[in-house]
């Protein structure tokens, strides 16, 4: 039976292309792990070598962010919507556990990911309010920037918040904080919460300025049913302070155990059953990764391939259009539309037959959206790249 | 690279061994699934191949289960423990929607699992309480048997309950309740609630008789990480006539929305990132039992493979001790101990000579545990008993 495969240009938003190498491993290791005579998803997550690998992920993570020891590395089953309810109660809870008081989240909308955790906080009935809508920033009334800081900054100063919330990397739209607001990360009160789910391991960042980082795997890191969190220490501490009378009492809902972040952290990640093979795979990712040269070299190459694409559509103003300000272009997610008029099939169709593939927009914006993650090459952008132009130069 | 393998001889409880023909296949289509030049898990969970995979897994699962159309089949991330979350809000719901009052849920206490699931919905603040544990029922004050339906049954009789839970297979010591009780079953107000985890589609039963079965993946049915459930149609329109506020006053907290079954239900199985790899994996190992004969032949091997084993153990007694009364043995996990001191570690040493592996017991229980899930053959478990028969010999 072959593990070999042709290298893909999959452009899909995820689950996405995966290096070929990870799943060549992967692969094997499914049948006969370590020479055990048994795949990794057939032992006990609590044996020896299902630990191993929990460990060697977290070291793995911890040299690649080059996370500081006042932060905690843990995985856990799910993705990002599971980490938009259970982020909300255990950090409402992390809230009351340091104040004994409570007080709302705030919420930075930048795009339809952020508007769902902020929708889903609300739904679970913990405090919170939305700081800004960058929908009420333009005439468009769209997602298509993210305001300048000083528009809304007022709205954060001296006051207080359980923690405040962003998403780095807005899929659906194409929309990425290319900076953190200073509003946020300079107040010592404030918690930062991210969701990095499709930007993580894609650009350096300063690990310490966040209270809580959350990563759904199924962008730039494995595969979908597993989610990496990285916590500030004493966000768990004050978590732990907090009995479930006492959150009872404020109308704060207790967080299902298997998603309580300081009972996951006490058992290293497994206090259910941690879905081992998928960790497996994120883990031979961050080994890739590390091989490659880590974060630094990938941050290169993910630079050069957002260059090279934006590049190439601003060089057609009159056949693309880019509805995401230049300010806030993702690098990770290139969102596009023909400015013509009935191409779009053959857009696609065309891009099919070169095996371009994923490169439809999301349903609720239309039009077109290459992700470009870690696993696509600067090869595989170069031959997108390629082919925009000629279906500009053969179509306008 | 080599995707054979030795049949591995593993009884560990779980992630268990699956059969390595549908491992076989999961690694190929890790690369390459239905050459689409693309991986399984690289895939769009909304794409065309990802939808039929969730169809046909519903189908295979209808036709394996003769499942009615008075239920409905849906797939989850998480596994027994988010269950134990999901089921108690869910229910709950599903018992105000029916009524407009909220009422205890009543738990069956078997074991540890069953006891968790109670401990959850409590902590929860879900309204319940214990029907019985069976803890209580025996001289030793431990889970080692059931006790008989006449001596409790008074406490369920003429009472309401939003739902009745019970987990019919114990792992941790090894019972399971070879019958249902029938002062649940025949009562048309009662909504049977059942974790199936550990002997899903080990025998037939009839699906009609239970409100909800929650089964995770990793014992009999695939890898860790994904939970099944068939739930009853009836239950997901209660559940759906509460809205939230309704809940928040009579104080029953609002599900996390990617746990919400309706939602789940609405959406394919697909509201969120549904892993789908694993539930390819799920859906082979249904193709796989479809093809040995189904539930039936699966069922007969099964008997034969307990039989076997309880036999042997039984044969030496002054050498061998079984906790777990006659009436309750489980046929999925053969718990044991020896009466000798001292011989535990040979134990164990020994049967690794001959490649029988995972035999340990669970650590709240000791001894040793012999997980003899579907994939286990009657083959592996006719070596597990030679060995029984000779350390016995050898060291009595």
Redesign the interface.
């Known amino acids: 039976?072959?593990?070999?495969?042709?290298e893909?240009t999959?452009f899909?938003?995820?689950?996405?292309?995966?290096p070929?190498e990870v799943?060549?491993q992967?692969?094997?290791d499914?049948?006969?792990y370590n020479n055990l005579?048994?795949?990794i998803?057939?032992?006990?997550?609590r044996s020896k070598d299902a630990t191993q690998i929990i460990e060697s992920s977290k070291q793995n993570l911890k040299e690649l962010m080059n996370i500081p020891d006042t932060h905690e590395v843990f995985f856990m089953?799910?993705?990002?919507?599971?980490g938009?309810?259970?982020l909300a109660t255990n950090l409402a809870a992390a809230y009351v556990g340091k104040t004994g008081q409570i007080a709302n989240a705030g919420y930075l909308v930048t795009g339809s990911w952020s508007l769902k955790s902020f929708q889903?906080a609300k739904?679970?009935?913990v405090p919170c309010e939305i700081i800004f809508n960058s929908k009420d920033f333009n005439d468009e009334g769209k997602f298509v920037d993210i305001p300048d800081e000083s528009l809304w900054e007022d709205r954060v100063k001296g006051k207080k918040f359980s923690y405040v919330y962003l998403c780095e990397n807005e899929t659906v739209h194409g929309i990425e904080w290319n900076q953190l607001p200073k509003c946020i990360v300079d107040d010592p009160n404030i918690e930062l919460v991210a969701d990095l789910s499709s930007d993580i391991l894609s650009r350096k960042i300063d690990v310490s300025k966040y209270g809580v980082i959350m990563a759904?795997a199924?962008k730039n890191i494995g595969?979908?049913?597993?989610t990496l969190y990285i916590i500030k220490k004493s966000i768990l501490t004050n978590i732990e302070k907090v009995d479930?009378t006492l959150l009872?009492e404020f109308d704060i809902?207790?967080t299902?155990?298997?998603?309580d972040y300081p009972t996951v952290v006490k058992n290293n990640s497994a206090?259910?059953?941690?879905?081992?093979?998928?960790l497996h795979?994120m883990n031979l990712v961050f080994e890739h990764l590390i091989k490659k040269g880590g974060v630094e070299a990938q941050e290169k190459e993910n630079d050069a391939k957002a260059k090279i694409l934006y590049d190439i559509l601003d060089a057609y103003p009159n056949f693309y259009n880019l509805p995401v300000k230049p300010n806030a272009r993702s690098r990770m997610n290139v969102v596009f539309t023909l400015k013509k008029e009935g191409l779009d099939e053959k857009f696609l169709k065309d891009a099919a037959e070169r095996?371009l593939?994923?490169l439809k927009g999301h349903r609720s914006v239309g039009g077109f959206r290459a992700s470009i993650y870690n696993a696509l090459t600067l090869a595989s952008v170069e031959k997108l790249v390629q082919f925009i132009k000629d279906f500009a130069v053969e179509n306008q």
């Open positions: 039976m072959s593990l070999e495969r042709e893909p999959h899909g938003a995820g689950p996405a292309q995966l070929t799943l060549q992967a692969a094997k499914l049948l006969n005579g048994l795949g998803g057939e032992i006990s997550h089953q799910g993705g990002g919507t599971t938009f309810s259970s889903e739904r679970l009935h759904g199924q595969l979908a049913g597993l479930d009872h809902p207790v299902p155990i298997a998603f206090y259910n059953t941690i879905p081992i093979f998928t795979v095996k593939t994923g």
